[in-house]
């Protein structure tokens, strides 16, 4: 049985398909990045700028497993005779493609392969099975004003009207495809405004993401939609990344590994929230099925993937599930994270849904962390119009809109403080349920417990001099700031150097730095915090 989240479509036929030959595809983790031409010194030749940048905003080190995999094995694995598909910085992985399954068995005689996982067979025409999907709702005329319901029960349109639409904000979604967004009217203002930043599918490298299924482009017309009087998303001035990852036609664990691969993507180009409308338990195969004891955090490729997504800065958005009134019953990977914040359904009066998945992890964790609108959410339809769908994987995307904005008002505080604050926010906390978690988050109740921080970023104002420094820098604050004062530098790496201090006083609003002079040339970033404020800003050392 598929357990993606996908459950916004039925199915309505399944027509074998035969096929003289299979292609297999392989997980082959390697023991060491020995030999690679890359270092963590010189994160600009494998990692963003914006990548860099997130890791300086948060503390995050650049760490060897930042670092491209080894081109020599995977050359090694080419003379072998094998496709390699992609491979993976954070796991030291390969993906690999072969006509041949027994051919693996050479891999068993090199001395740098770790280990070896089947993903998949599929057949070399089209895959094992074809499906015809289509929408589980009909098309219906639209009462306008519901489309502001899956915002406003948040409290979302206080963070709009402030503003924070998620400008400056990137978005990667991971999912089955993005039909036509490049002609649907709800992504006009998306084109016209150049907030597409890229495309890239995974599953089958090079095609086309809009010609493909309309799962990923209703997901995200949640967030980027913008049609005024139907329908407005949550963060409809973000710019996305589309990634396929999902092949909406078979479940089987190489789509986990497609979504590791996506995440790696969005993670070097920049991105800052992952939302992924997926989750995996049961399999074509029933032997590679998942058990709930495996919803423990830690067992699942793809929920190490996210987690490790989350460790580079990212926050990771995930539906909860959609097997609430099913056997299954409980979450399923990847949003048994930790790390990650899995979103449940309720409907357009704020009650749990019953085919939202429920908590809590095996090792008896709260999941989900949060719900939002996923029964009657509304959506840009694929013939054109818009109108209600339901699933946790359009409860998501609510919620990662929303972060979005919020995020965007407050920029210095890192990725597990927002899933934080959205907990404390909710409608539950602190005593939460298996059902909804926390509860339904409230924007306004958000951003009022964040400002009782009093650390709210703004750069504007404070100014550096010299820039470029040679031996001393004097930092000009653009107003009385308090009577005390905390600066640290950290590397382009993201790691805090020796030269940190603090500076007491009534009325501060100038300080010098020194030891300038035993810092090594380069670029870094000056890092000033106040009683009411988080400053950075970039200077070079000669």
């Given at each position: ?62 760490t060897e497993s930042d670092l491209p995999v080894n ?225 423990d955090g830690n067992s699942t490729l793809v929920t ?73 959410t509304f959506t840009q339809k694929f013939e054109g ?158």
């Amino acid at each position: 049985m598929k357990q993606t989240c996908l459950i916004f479509i039925l199915l309505l036929s399944v027509i074998p398909v035969s096929s003289q030959s299979t292609i297999h595809k392989f997980w082959i983790s390697f023991t060491d990045k020995n030999g690679t031409q890359y270092n963590i010194n010189n994160p600009a030749e494998y990692l963003s700028e914006r990548a860099i940048e997130r890791r300086i905003r948060y503390s995050i080190p650049i760490t060897e497993s930042d670092l491209p995999v080894n081109t020599a094995y995977i050359d090694s694995l080419k003379n072998i005779g094998f496709s390699v598909l992609y491979t993976s910085r954070w796991f030291n992985s390969a993906v690999i493609s072969t006509l041949d399954s027994g051919q693996i068995n050479l891999t068993s005689q090199i001395p740098f392969v770790k280990s070896v996982m089947h993903l998949s067979r599929d057949s070399v025409t089209e895959g094992g099975k074809h499906k015809a999907l289509i929408d589980k709702f009909a098309t219906e005329s639209l009462d306008y004003g519901l489309a502001a319901t899956q915002i406003k029960i948040h409290h979302g349109d206080a963070l709009h009207s402030w503003g924070y639409l998620g400008q400056d904000m990137v978005i990667a979604v991971l999912d089955a495809g993005f039909y036509n967004v490049d002609s649907l009217r709800a992504f006009d203002s998306l084109r016209m405004n150049n907030q597409i930043l890229g495309t890239r599918d995974f599953v089958k490298p090079g095609n086309d993401v809009f010609r493909g299924h309309t799962h990923g482009m209703s997901v995200l017309s949640i967030m980027g939609g913008n049609i005024p009087g139907e329908l407005i998303g949550t963060a409809p001035a973000a710019s996305y990344l589309l990634l396929r990852s999902e092949d909406a036609s078979s479940e089987q664990k190489i789509e986990e590994a497609n979504w590791i691969a996506a995440a790696e993507y969005a993670d070097s180009a920049g991105a800052d929230i992952i939302n992924s409308s997926l989750g995996y338990s049961e399999f074509n195969d029933s032997l590679q099925n998942y058990t709930y004891k495996d919803m423990d955090g830690n067992s699942t490729l793809v929920t190490r993937g996210a987690d490790m997504a989350a460790s580079k800065g990212l926050l990771v958005v995930v539906s909860a599930g959609n097997s609430g009134d099913k056997p299954w019953l409980y979450i399923t990977a990847p949003a048994d994270g930790d790390s990650v914040m899995a979103v449940g359904a309720i409907d357009q009066t704020g009650m749990y849904v019953p085919f939202s998945s429920q908590g809590p992890t095996y090792d008896e964790r709260i999941k989900p962390n949060i719900v939002a609108v996923g029964f009657g959410t509304f959506t840009q339809k694929f013939e054109g119009t818009v109108g209600p769908g339901a699933g946790t994987s359009f409860s998501a995307p609510v919620i990662s809109g929303l972060a979005a904005c919020l995020w965007q008002k407050f920029r210095t505080i890192p990725n597990y403080e927002i899933i934080k604050v959205m907990e404390q926010s909710s409608s539950l906390f602190p005593y939460p349920n298996n059902l909804i978690g926390y509860g339904i988050p409230n924007m306004t109740v958000a951003n009022d417990i964040i400002t009782g921080y009093t650390l709210i970023q703004d750069n504007r104002g404070l100014t550096i001099f010299p820039n470029p420094a040679v031996s001393a820098i004097s930092v000009s604050l653009p107003a009385n700031e308090g009577n005390y004062i905390q600066y640290d530098i950290f590397d382009i790496a993201g790691r805090k150097i020796d030269i940190s201090g603090s500076v007491t006083g009534t009325g501060i609003t100038e300080f010098t730095i020194r030891s300038v002079d035993k810092m090594t040339p380069g670029i870094y970033i000056l890092q000033v915090t106040t009683q009411s404020y988080i400053y950075s800003v970039k200077f070079i050392k000669k």
